[in-house]
């Protein structure tokens, strides 16, 4: 079963970024969509990017399109997501997920593994 670990969270001050990391052990990613969620306090958990297999193709949340680019190497069984001109609206818990079915979705309960997250907070 694969385990997702994610790091690079933090304090961050508005403008600036920040890398995440997402490293997998106990199986290899290179045949999943990986995709990025958050889930900031009282908010359902949303949707953030997801990258097809290969790498060869990514999708965006409204929000964060321009802003955010999600990568990958599967030669090192990581994802990143690289956050750029954060906005104090960013802060939430980050976490990485693993869809082997390919269904590329938007939604959390098409992704079967995932990590235990990483907190990003942004300051005004």
């Known amino acids: 079963q694969v385990q997702l670990v994610e790091s690079g969270g933090g304090l961050v001050q508005a403008g600036g970024s920040l890398k995440l990391s997402c490293a997998a052990s106990?199986?290899?990613?290179?045949?999943?969509?990986m995709g990025w969620f958050r889930q900031a306090p009282g908010a359902e958990r949303e949707f953030v990017a997801v990258?097809?297999?290969?790498?060869?193709?990514?999708v965006y949340a409204d929000s964060v399109k321009g802003r955010f680019t999600i990568s990958r190497d599967n030669a090192k069984n990581t994802v990143y997501l690289q956050m750029n001109s954060l906005k104090p609206e960013d802060t939430a818990v980050y976490y990485c997920?693993?869809?082997?079915?390919?269904?590329?979705?938007?939604?959390?309960?098409?992704?079967?593994?995932w990590g235990q997250g990483t907190q990003v907070t942004v300051s005004s």
């Open positions: 997920a693993a869809d082997p079915t390919w269904r590329l979705g938007r939604t959390a309960n098409e992704y079967i593994y």
């Open positions: 106990g199986g290899t990613i290179s045949a999943s969509h």
């Open positions: 990258a097809t297999w290969n790498g060869g193709s990514s």
